[in-house]
């Protein structure tokens, strides 16, 4: 498997729409952030069922629903004002800041 080099723009906790497969439209927060397989986990969205073992006495066998890994490329990150958009970077002193490119506000 590949390791992707590049600089991520997207982080943990932030609120992203996805904009492709089963749940195109819906929003949600990042959960965690897959780097080697580039991809992300998105609360409450990609929902898969997946059959459990039982573990102990205590711990319950059956099917379970989990939100399984989406790609990074099938999400983009919501602006407040303008909704879906792209990242751009400015300097501020000695930050770094992320900035929606329409209307300029960081995120």
């Known amino acids: 498997m590949k390791v992707t080099d590049h600089k991520w723009k ?20 990042i959960v ?21 073992k039982r573990r102990s006495q ?10 399984a890994p989406i790609d990074v490329s099938n999400v ?8 879906p958009v792209k990242i751009g970077y400015k300097i501020e002193g000695d930050t770094k800041k992320r900035v929606c490119r329409k209307c300029g506000e960081i995120l």
Request: with cysteine; charged share 35%; hydrophobic share 35%.
């Open 10 to 29: 997207i982080r943990r906790d932030d609120t992203v729409e996805i904009i492709a497969g089963k749940d195109k439209g819906k929003q949600g927060t």
């Open 32 to 52: 965690r952030v897959l780097r080697k397989k580039n991809k992300v986990v998105v609360s409450g969205l990609n929902i898969v069922k997946k059959a459990m």
């Open 58 to 67: 205590n711990d319950k066998g059956g099917i379970i629903e989990i939100e």
């Open 76 to 83: 983009m990150i919501v602006c407040k004002k303008c909704g």
